[in-house]
């Protein structure tokens, strides 16, 4: 009797902040940056679940529409080129909402991009890792562009020193690490509802 007492307990603590978290967030867009296999993708789409949004991944919305991986864009036209559509696909995601975004790993390192989500009031959650947790996630899989080098962990890391004080930019700022994701959930939630706290607290 006791387990299930707290067990329904437990699922109404997270059904409120769910909902304190979408009053919270208004009509603003959730925009998940990060570097790549922190987590961005999986922990958006249950974030925009909770919140009972839709969740587009920037990525997948830029293969769509080009027909083309993220590898042969790379490929054909280089990265300065990439990064320009991946500007106007994000700006054309942003002019409609509420909606969860995750980006690409470059995305939010891109100066344009920056101003982009900016005004048109994007909310950027940063899911920061460390090093060994992101080396454990993209090691596993051959789709990463940026790291087709001799050394790709070294690689990883000078990405991370190049461009975590940019992340460092973003509105919230969560640590992903490895636990179950609903905790995770939970953190940018909670993370969204002190933000706007604070925000309302200082009149910024």
Do not use: C
């Not at 707290?6 to 009053?23: K, P, Y």
């Not at 789409?45 to 839709?54: E, F, G, H, T």
């Not at 959650?125 to 990463?144: E, G, H, P």
């Amino acid at each position: 009797m006791g387990k299930g007492t707290d067990s329904v307990s437990g699922t109404e603590e997270v059904i409120d902040l769910a909902a304190a978290a979408r009053q919270a967030a208004g009509s603003r867009n959730l925009v998940f940056v990060g570097l790549m296999g922190a987590g961005k993708s999986a922990i958006g789409r249950l974030v925009a679940q909770a919140l009972d949004l839709p969740f587009i991944d920037s990525d997948h919305e830029i293969e769509r529409v080009s027909r083309m991986t993220i590898n042969e864009l790379f490929a054909a036209y280089g990265e300065p080129e990439f990064r320009a559509l991946e500007t106007r696909v994000i700006e054309r995601l942003l002019k409609s909402g509420p909606r969860v975004i995750s980006t690409g790993g470059g995305a939010y390192i891109n100066e344009n991009t920056r101003r982009v989500i900016r005004e048109m009031d994007g909310l950027t959650i940063w899911i920061n890792a460390d090093l060994d947790t992101l080396w454990a996630r993209v090691s596993k899989r051959d789709n990463r562009p940026l790291l087709k080098t001799e050394n790709p962990r070294e690689t990883l890391a000078n990405l991370m020193a190049a461009r975590y004080p940019i992340y460092a930019e973003a509105d919230i700022e969560v640590m992903s690490r490895d636990v179950k994701k609903d905790v995770m959930v939970n953190e940018v939630l909670a993370a969204v509802v002190a933000h706007q706290a604070a925000f309302h607290a200082t009149g910024e």
